[in-house]
């Protein structure tokens, strides 16, 4: 049984960081790029942030260059993001699953494996 769980999240002030975790298991996700989403309250999911399978190559959506880090450790099966100088806005639920493409966040959705956790809730306060 294919299993993502995401970790990490909590209530942090504006400015603040956390570190996401993704750990998989009942499969190996290391030939598969990996993805970051998100989903506000009364907003659709969207990417936040893509990694190739190698790991050298990776993209993230605009409103988190630069604040954002996204990395995966293959021997671990897992994939992390790191969030500094967090905003109210990136306030939602994050979530992490295998893509079969990296190379555009807007319509990385489309692409993404059918395989969903319950993700971890990053709430900013301002």
């Known amino acids: 049984q294919v299993q993502l769980v995401e970790s990490g999240g909590g209530l942090v002030q504006a400015g603040g960081s956390l570190r996401l975790s993704c750990a998989a298991s009942?499969?190996?996700?290391?030939?598969?790029?990996m993805a970051w989403f998100r989903q506000a309250p009364g907003k659709e999911r969207e990417g936040v942030s893509c990694?190739?399978?190698?790991?050298?190559?990776?993209n993230y959506a605009d409103s988190v260059k630069g604040r954002f880090t996204i990395s995966r450790d293959g021997a671990e099966n897992t994939v992390y993001l790191q969030m500094n100088s967090l905003k109210p806005e990136d306030t939602a639920l994050y979530y992490c699953?295998?893509?079969?493409?990296?190379?555009?966040?807007?319509?990385?959705?489309?692409?993404?494996?059918?395989?969903w956790g319950k993700g971890t809730l990053v709430t900013v306060s301002s």
């Open positions: 699953t295998a893509v079969y493409s990296c190379s555009s966040i807007a319509t990385m959705l489309d692409y993404a494996m059918d395989y």
């Open positions: 009942g499969r190996t996700f290391n030939t598969y790029a």
């Open positions: 990694i190739s399978s190698s790991g050298r190559s990776t």
